[in-house]
Every structure is written in C-alpha cells, then in structure tokens.
C-alpha cells in the first residue's frame, strides 16, 4: 500500500480539511500502516488496530491539541502518533533514541499527559477541565479509557469527582469509555447508533429539560424521571453513569464512522461532564489479531503480517515468568494453602497454567493492585498462603496495602515480582527500578534477589515457606540458561556465598548482574559474593570481607539510593568498618527505553562497565585509596 491519502495527514489539522467521505479510505490505510509499523518494530498491536476509527472521530471533531485528549495506559496511542507528525518516527518506535511506546509530554504537544500505567485519564482531564474553568478557557478534556482499566478504584474515585460541581464550577469533560470486551450484532448495533444521536442531540436534551421544567412541581415529576431511567436502562448500562452525576450515551460501535462522528459533535457542544460508550474490536481489521486477541496483544519483535507470530525454530531459554508459573503450579501441589493472586496479567506473570490446573485457587482482581494486596492479606490471617504475582512498577501503586495491611500485621504473604530491573522497550513507566528501595525499609519485610532460573526457583521455595512478607524480584526474559532443579530446597535464610575466591577487592552482586560481575573479576581477580538477600542481609558475610579486602563493590540492577549498596553501608558502619565502597546500580534518572543490553552498558551494568568502574576508582592499588580515605 502506498498510503496516498494517509501521506497528506502531517496533524490533526490537515485530518480536520478531508471530507467526510475520505475517513473510511483513510482508516483503512491507518490501520495497514499501524500493522506494517508494528511488524519491524515489535510494540502493542491489538489495542492499537482497535483505536484506529476512534482515533481518527476525536481529531477530527475535536480541536486538538487546544482540546485535549488524554489517553488511559497508552498503548494504544499509535493512530494518535501517527496523525500527530509522527508518522515517519514509527521505524523508531520503543528503540534507543526513538518515540516511546506511551504518550509523552516532551514527546509532543497532542500527547498532554504521560502516561503507561492504567485508570489515570479520567482523573487528569478532570484536572484539565477544572484548570479551563479556573482559567476562563473554553477548552474540552477527553478521556479515553478502556474497559479493563476501568476495573481500576481510581477511575472511579474520578468519576465521582468529576459528576460534582465545586465552587458552582462543573467541568467539561468527556469519558470515552473504549469497550472492547463485547461485541455488537448489526441489528442491535443499528439500534444503538440510532439511541445514541438521539440521546446525545439538541432535541433529546431540550425536550428532556423542557419536561422536567413543565413537571418539575406535580407528582408527575418523579414518575417521569423514574419511567427515563428504567427505559434507558432496558437498552443502555448507562444508569451507573448517570448517578456519578455524567450524561450517559452508548453503546456504539467504535469502528463506524458514521455514529462516531455525530455523536462526539453532539457531546462537543454540551456542557458538564459527559460519557459516551463505543464498542471496539481488539485487532480489528487483522483477522489473526481478531482471532486471537491475547497472543496479538503485543509483537516482542519484528513478524511477517501475512504469516503472523510463528515459533523460533530453537526454542529459547525459559524465562523467569515461566519458571515462577512451574514454581506457582508444584508449590500448589505441595500445599493446599496456596493462593494465586494477579492484579489482571495472568499472561504477563505466567499464571496460564496455574489457572487451568487450579481454577478455584486462581483470582484475577482486575487492575486493582490495592485490592491484591488487601485481598491477600486477607486470605493469609485466614491460614491461607497467598501469592501475589504483580510487576514491580504495579507494586507502587499499592504501597500503603503493603505497609499497613501485610507488613504490621506481618502475614505471611509473597510478592513475586516481575520486571524487576530495566525492562527495555517499555521504558520509564514500566521500569522495576525502586522496589529493593521501597520495599527493604518497611519492617518485618524479606528481599530476595536470586541470581538465575535456579536460584529463582528456590528462592521462591524459600519465601513461601517464611511466615513473613516475602518479596523474590526477577527481571523481564530468560537468563543465563542455568539447569532448573525439580526438587525444591530452601537457600540458608539469610544468607550469601562466595562464588569467586579472589584478592583485594570483593564484589558483592545481587541479582542476576551476579554473571557480568563473575566476568569483570576475571580480568581483576576480585572475590564475588552473591549475596541472594538484601534483607536479611547477610552482615556477617560483609563484615567478613570487608575485613580480608581492600574495597568493597556492591552491583544491583536496581535505584542505588536506598538500594542493596545502602545496606551494606548501613551494616558496614554499624560495626564500626571502615572501607572504601563503590556502589554500582541504576543512576537517580528516569532511564530512557530501548535494547535492554545497551540499557545497562550504558549504565555501566554489563561486565566491561563494572570492570572499568572499578579501575577508575581504585586503579590498581586499592589500598592507597583506603589509607587517604583514613
């Protein structure tokens, strides 16, 4: 396809000077150019294929970026980059140096509020509209949130929010609810389309109020606004928008234009806080997507659209989400107590098999990380064990349920925590780079951090069988290819191992970066501990080799402020030693997405990096430095 009419779409403004009748072409070649972008670069893919018609309807009704449209998760912003002046940095997309997957304020001036993780939009353009008001700007705020997202209690939280006026001020804001979890047969889809103009036009709201004016003081009145709800109600889910205070129209079918159009004209037009319902297809216009939503989600690398994700030839090294999901599915054997919890990534955290095997012990919450945790704990002053599989970035969002309701009340529940580290093409938002810090300060709290598949394996034996909150971290994909173990065997709680006996200088690692440290004490002939906990940490271990070396290198792929070197500063200086330290670890910055191996040689994570560290900062004599340190 040679995306004639596509070609002359540079912003929203040239999509506002094409006729009506051209939408259609131009969606089609949208869609292909999407699935084209996608199938060289790896990204969403399903999400972004179903947006495409939706897009297109808020740009061109909407005087974007004046208007502004903020969108819930982002990945489906694709459509909305590519309309947006972006559509030749698509060869870039989630590469080092290239756009980023997400929205991005410094990325472009249509994208008005980053985003990556779920349920934030209504909140923000409620924030936006209440700003226009406060300014005496006359402005609209879009939300566009998904169904899955709004399983979420923020979205909620801001539904509440918003249906209320404060001050006399009331907001225009509009939720697109983007529903793709339900589809519509043409009959009843012809029928909504029709409701739904009606219900969002001038004469539907006049006559409506025009009524309520006429009835408002006889006994008529209640009758009547009870006989408009239940009604509505026969038709459209609408009633429990309607008393968050919002103007409910929908469902429609987000794929066709000619309802789209119309009605976010009407809804343009009318003030206070509106909410409109579409209807889409996950992979629309993508027969193997539509297939097959959950495999199309998302490409991991480069595919040939005609042919689809098809199966490496070699199979790959098990990754660290598939030996949590084997660990998940034995320990579940063993022990009738376990529980397994996911805040909605029952892919994503390798938790397929566990639900197949064991349906009842298996909960989905939705995107509702707090409630995991709560719901955990809950389970565990019961006599239950639960686990919680979540990613590391998704733990954020529920630190105070892990403060105040696990960890004093000290249940025994374990964190499997994905993602943790750099986790590439994802970038900043969905980077595991703080939980070793937020999680080792909180009392009564155990860190894990195993260095390979094996260790993995064990490690989560041995957080499981703790009476005690537990958190195991592993990164994202598959590590060194160590033989994984059957038989499960808890590690000696609490402590490390030396690895590599050496001289001079000690290099304790946490984590997998125990392997690229193997290989820079090669070249410096350094001892290596891999010290498997952060907490407890193995103090007798430190002091031991702080004792019998010069210097000191801690390596974690993890934030060093509060980080694992911080502990081992902490327990170097309450017993009183006295040794030059260089922590290595992620720098205080939001790291940039892209190849996760240039990622950490850029940080000087890999082997050569850790290596030249070290030189830089002891040279060959490391004893000089401690003796002008003293």
């Not at 040239?14 to 790896?42: I, Q």
């Not at 879009?142 to 209320?164: H, K, P, Q, R, W």
Request: proline letters at 5%; hydrophobic letters at 40%; aromatic letters at 8%.
């Amino acid at each position: 396809m040679n995306y004639a009419l596509l070609k002359t779409v540079n912003s929203p403004s040239d999509l506002r000077r094409l006729p009506r009748a051209d939408l259609n072409k131009l969606a089609d070649e949208l869609r292909a150019y999407v699935l084209e972008s996608v199938s060289k670069t790896g990204g969403h893919l399903g999400s972004n294929l179903g947006t495409v018609e939706l897009t297109i309807a808020l740009h061109y009704v909407f005087n974007t970026p004046h208007d502004r449209l903020v969108w819930d998760v982002g990945h489906q912003t694709y459509p909305h980059k590519v309309l947006t002046g972006r559509r030749e940095a698509m060869a870039s997309l989630r590469q080092l140096g290239g756009i980023s997957g997400f929205p991005r304020r410094d990325e472009s001036e249509y994208d008005t509020f980053g985003t990556g993780h779920s349920s934030t939009s209504i909140s923000a353009a409620h924030g936006m509209a209440m700003a226009a008001k406060l300014k005496g700007e006359d402005r609209k705020a879009v939300a566009i949130i998904g169904d899955g997202s709004m399983t979420a209690g923020m979205a909620f939280e801001a539904l509440n929010n918003a249906g209320v006026a404060h001050g006399g001020l009331l907001g225009d804001v509009l939720v697109v609810l983007n529903d793709n979890d339900m589809s519509i047969s043409p009959p009843v889809g012809a029928l909504n389309k029709y409701l739904a103009r009606l219900m969002s036009g001038k004469f539907y709201a006049a006559a409506r109020e025009g009524a309520k004016s006429v009835l408002k003081n006889t006994p008529l009145y209640e009758f009547a606004r009870r006989f408009e709800e239940h009604t509505k109600g026969m038709v459209v889910p609408g009633t429990i928008f309607e008393e968050f205070g919002f103007n409910y129209v929908g469902p429609i079918d987000g794929h066709d234009l000619d309802a789209l159009i119309p009605t976010l004209e009407n809804l343009r037009d009318k003030k206070g806080p509106q909410f409109l319902h579409v209807v889409t297809k996950k992979g629309a216009g993508y027969k193997l997507a539509e297939a097959d939503p959950v495999k199309y989600h998302a490409a991991s690398g480069k595919f040939d659209p005609a042919v689809g994700f098809v199966k490496p030839a070699t199979p790959p090294k098990p990754t660290f989400t598939q030996i949590f999901g084997e660990w998940l599915c034995d320990m579940a054997e063993q022990d009738q107590r376990l529980v397994g919890i996911t805040p909605a990534m029952r892919e994503g955290s390798g938790m397929v098999d566990f639900h197949k095997r064991f349906p009842t012990r298996y909960h989905d919450v939705g995107i509702a990380e707090q409630h995991s945790v709560t719901f955990a704990a809950g389970l565990a002053c019961e006599g239950l064990k639960p686990v919680v599989a979540i990613y590391s970035t998704f733990l954020q969002r529920a630190y105070d349920q892990l403060v105040h309701d696990v960890a004093i009340q000290n249940l025994p529940v374990l964190f499997a925590l994905d993602r943790a580290g750099l986790v590439g093409a994802d970038g900043a938002t969905h980077a595991g780079n703080y939980d070793i810090a937020y999680t080792r300060c909180i009392p009564n709290m155990a860190v894990l951090t195993p260095a390979d598949e094996n260790e993995c394996r064990q490690a989560l034996f041995t957080g499981f069988q703790h009476n005690g909150p537990v958190t195991v971290r592993y990164p994202r994909g598959s590590g060194v290819g160590s033989v994984v173990q059957k038989e499960m065997q808890a590690l000696p709680w609490g402590k490390g191992e030396v690895r590599r006996p050496g001289s001079r200088i000690a290099i304790l690692a946490f984590g997998t970066l125990l392997y690229p440290a193997l290989k820079a004490a090669e070249a410096l002939d350094a001892t290596v501990a891999n010290m498997r906990f952060v907490k407890p940490l193995d103090t007798a271990l430190v002091a031991e080799l702080a004792r019998t070396h010069e210097a000191i290198v801690t390596v974690e792929d993890s934030c060093l402020m509060g980080g694992a070197g911080s502990a081992v500063l902490e327990a170097l200086q309450a017993a009183g030693l006295n040794v030059p330290v260089l922590q290595l670890g992620l720098p205080d910055e939001f790291i940039e997405h892209g190849d996760p191996a240039k990622l950490m040689s850029q940080c000087g994570l890999d082997a050569a990096g850790i290596e030249q560290s070290i030189l830089k900062r002891f040279g060959a004599r490391p004893a000089l430095v401690r003796a002008a340190n003293q």
